[in-house]
Every structure is written in structure tokens, then in C-alpha cells.
């Protein structure tokens, strides 16, 4: 597979905050990323660097081989949905669309007008009467239609209600299949979305945490509860990310998949092993919980 976007040992640093630290990864064509982690993590700041809307205090940016910055072949080949977008004040939303038409030379208008039928968003509406919902919803159609070949969705669906969340979703899908393009998706619905991300990109305080497929996450962190000397026996070792006890009987989750003989161990011992999904893997990968109290092990040993 072709890689289409490099980053090396990335840093943005404002005035005091550093939003990137030593960010590095690489993006290849037709996938759908997701890009994760809680606010202020350095998300939007990642996605601006990429897109030329921000400039990195250091580190290199390649996308599709070139420097982003002032590039028009990169750009023409590039869509980035905000979820603050601002429109001009006399806007309406045909207008919209007319204007990301004439930026995006792969733009499906026949696509477009049927999403504003299904998302049932006016053209003739002025975009400053629009509800928060609904100027997501334009977000998001210019996102589709655009079928630019490396498209960005930052949290694209604040307001959105779950039926339309349902469309986007279903549209993305669907036209993926049809029309392969790499999608750089960034949202706080995990839950919602792990299906649809095919690898992960997890930031914390401005460091990538995971770049890993999603498929490879799934069983790499697993919850063992039962009889506290038992769960030890089984997790010692490994990286525990979370620990409750509640009388005799401990719940923790640990990183590193469990061997087949350790399952058969674990059933012989009387525990329950769960695999994690994977908004409990980033929540537990990026908060500190369980680290102020004695975590289970400690109090096995
Ligand atoms: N223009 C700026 N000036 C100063 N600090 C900034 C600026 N833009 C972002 N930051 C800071 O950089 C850090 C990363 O912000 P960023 O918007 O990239 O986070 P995010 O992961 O997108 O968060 P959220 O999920 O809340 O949207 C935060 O601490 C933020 O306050």
C-alpha cells in the first residue's frame, strides 16, 4: 500500500503549551484512521499542521511527497472538516457547496444533492439560520461529496442527532467501498465509530500513545476479575492499566494478550477474562485511574 502522508519527530509549541511533542507516523491510501484522545490531547493542531493551516515550530510533514504549506496540488487533494467552520454571513447552503465544488476537482454533485435530501437541509437556507445540527450536516456533505483523496473529519458532528450520526456513518461506508480514499476521522464517540476505523492513532498530551490497526487492539487488553491471589497469578507481569478490589475478589486490566494455555489456566482458576473495547482501551491508556489507590496486585503480593 502507498503512503500518502509522513510525519517526523513533529512539534507545535504555543506559548507555553506544547501541543505536539516528537509526533511521527505515516498514513497510507484507502484506509480510515481514527484519530483519538481526550481534549486539548493536540488533535486539531495535528490535522491543521497537515492541511497547511497552522505551522509546525519543528519536525517535517510530507503529503503525497510534497510540503503541505502554500501547495495547491496538495491542497486540491485534501478536504478538512471542521467542526468550527465559519461560512460568510449572507451564505446560503447551495452556495456552500458550489464553493467546495470548485475546490475539489473529484466532487460529486449528484452525491451532494442527494445528501442534502437525506441530512433535509434546505439549499435556499441562509448558513447563519442554520441549527448547530444542521451546519454540521453541511460539514459533513461537503466531506463526502468532496471525495478528496485524503479527507479530515475533526469531531465533524457536534449537534448531529443520532439518526443522522447513522447517515454519515452508513454514507461513509458505503462510499469508501465505492470510491477508496484515506479517512482521517477524529471524534470522542468511540463506541460509535469502532467499527468503522481500520487503524488508530491515540494522542496524549501532545505524544502519540498508539498507531496500531484496530483489529491488532482488540484482545490486546484484556479485564481479569475474580479471586484477588488468582488474578494475580494470571496478570503478574504485565502492564496494569486499571485495579479494583472489592473484598476478596479483584477486576483488572492489564495490556499484552493472554496465550491460549493462559485462558485454559485462567477458566481452571475460576476467572473471567473480558476483552476491553476499544473506548475503554483509550480511556484506560489515557487516564490515570487506578493509580491512587493500591492497585490488586499490590495488595496480592
Ligand atoms: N492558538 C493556540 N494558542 C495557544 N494554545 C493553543 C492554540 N491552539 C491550541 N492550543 C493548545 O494546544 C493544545 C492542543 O489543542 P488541540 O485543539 O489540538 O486539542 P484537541 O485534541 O483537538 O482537543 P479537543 O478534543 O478538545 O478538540 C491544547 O492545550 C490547546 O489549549
Not at 503525497?64 to 496540488?73: A, L, Q, T
Not at 473529484?106 to 441549527?131: G, H, T
Not at 459533513?140 to 479530515?152: M, Q, Y
Not at 462510499?175 to 464517540?189: G, Y
Request: glycine share 8%; charged share 20%; with cysteine.
Amino acid at each position: 500500500m502507498n503512503t500518502i502522508v509522513t510525519v517526523t519527530d513533529l512539534a507545535k509549541r504555543y506559548r507555553g503549551v506544547t501541543a505536539l511533542d516528537g509526533v511521527s507516523f505515516s498514513l497510507t491510501e484507502n484506509r480510515i484512521y481514527g484519530l483519538l484522545g481526550r481534549n486539548g490531547a493536540g488533535k486539531t493542531t495535528l490535522m491543521q499542521l497537515l492541511t497547511a493551516q497552522n505551522m509546525a515550530t519543528s519536525g517535517d510533514i510530507a503529503v503525497f511527497g510534497e510540503h503541505p504549506y502554500e501547495n495547491d496540488r496538495v491542497l486540491a487533494r485534501t478536504c478538512f472538516v471542521k467542526e468550527s467552520q465559519t461560512y460568510p454571513q449572507s451564505m446560503r447552503v447551495g452556495h456552500a457547496l458550489r464553493a467546495a465544488r470548485l475546490l475539489h476537482p473529484n466532487w460529486d454533485q449528484r452525491f451532494a444533492d442527494s445528501l442534502l435530501e437525506e441530512f433535509q437541509l434546505p439549499p435556499q437556507r441562509m448558513v447563519k439560520k442554520l441549527s448547530r445540527g444542521m451546519l454540521s450536516a453541511l460539514g459533513v456533505i461537503i466531506g463526502l461529496a468532496s471525495r478528496a483523496p485524503l479527507t479530515f473529519f475533526d469531531e465533524p458532528y457536534l449537534g448531529l442527532d443520532a439518526v443522522a450520526r447513522q447517515l454519515f456513518y452508513d454514507h461513509l461506508l458505503a462510499d469508501f467501498a465505492e470510491h477508496p480514499r484515506t479517512v482521517i476521522l477524529s471524534t470522542h464517540l468511540i463506541d460509535e465509530v469502532s467499527d468503522l476505523i481500520e487503524h488508530v492513532l491515540l494522542i496524549d498530551h501532545g505524544r502519540l500513545l498508539l498507531d496500531q490497526d484496530t483489529d491488532d487492539l482488540r484482545g490486546d487488553v484484556v479485564t481479569v476479575s475474580g479471586p484477588v491471589a488468582a488474578v494475580h497469578e494470571i496478570t503478574v507481569g504485565r502492564t496494569e492499566l486499571h485495579g479494583n478490589l472489592l473484598g476478596g475478589t479483584a477486576r483488572v486490566t492489564v495490556r499484552g494478550r493472554l496465550t491460549e494455555a493462559e485462558r485454559v489456566q485462567a477458566r481452571a482458576l475460576g476467572l473471567t477474562v473480558e476483552t476491553v473495547s476499544l473506548q475503554e482501551l483509550v480511556v484506560r491508556l489515557t487516564t490515570g485511574a487506578g493509580k491512587t489507590e493500591p492497585t490488586a496486585k499490590e495488595y496480592a503480593l
